[in-house]
Nanobody, 120 residues
C-alpha cells in the first residue's frame, strides 16, 4: 500500500487545516488507517485511527475534541481535520495503514509525511 500525505502548511494558532492521505489501489478499504505525528526531538506520537468502514474511530487525548479522522473509500483517501490548532501541534504528520483492527500502533505501511507548523 502506497500512501501519500498532503495538506500541511503554516497556520496561526486557533486556525484549521485538513490533511489528506491518498492510497491508490483496490485494497484501500481493507486497511485500518491512522495518523501519527513527530515533533523535532520527540518520538512519533499516535494521533487518530479509523476502522475499515469508517464507522469507528479512536483519537488521542491530546487532540480529542479538536481533530477528527475520516475516510472516503470511494476516493481511497483518509483525512485529518484539525481545528483550534496550537503551537504544540507543530510536527510532521504521517498517515499509515494496517491490516486487522484499527489501533494506535503496529502499522505496516507509512506515507512520507507532511509538515504542519502552527505559529503563536
Amino acid at each position: 500500500v502506497q500512501l501519500q500525505a498532503s495538506g500541511g502548511g503554516l497556520v496561526q494558532a486557533g486556525g484549521s487545516l485538513r490533511l489528506s492521505c491518498a492510497a491508490p489501489g483496490r485494497t484501500f478499504s481493507q486497511y485500518a488507517l491512522g495518523w501519527f505525528r513527530q515533533a523535532p526531538g520527540k518520538e512519533r506520537e499516535f494521533v487518530a485511527a479509523i476502522s475499515q468502514s469508517g464507522s469507528s474511530t479512536y483519537t488521542a487525548d491530546s487532540v480529542k475534541g479538536r481533530f477528527t479522522i475520516s475516510r472516503d473509500n470511494a476516493k481511497r483517501t483518509v483525512y485529518l481535520q484539525m481545528n483550534s490548532l496550537k503551537p504544540e501541534d507543530t510536527a510532521v504528520y504521517f498517515c499509515a495503514a494496517r491490516s486487522g483492527v484499527y489501533a494506535s500502533d503496529k502499522y505496516d505501511y507509512w506515507g512520507q509525511g507532511t509538515q504542519v507548523t502552527v505559529s503563536s
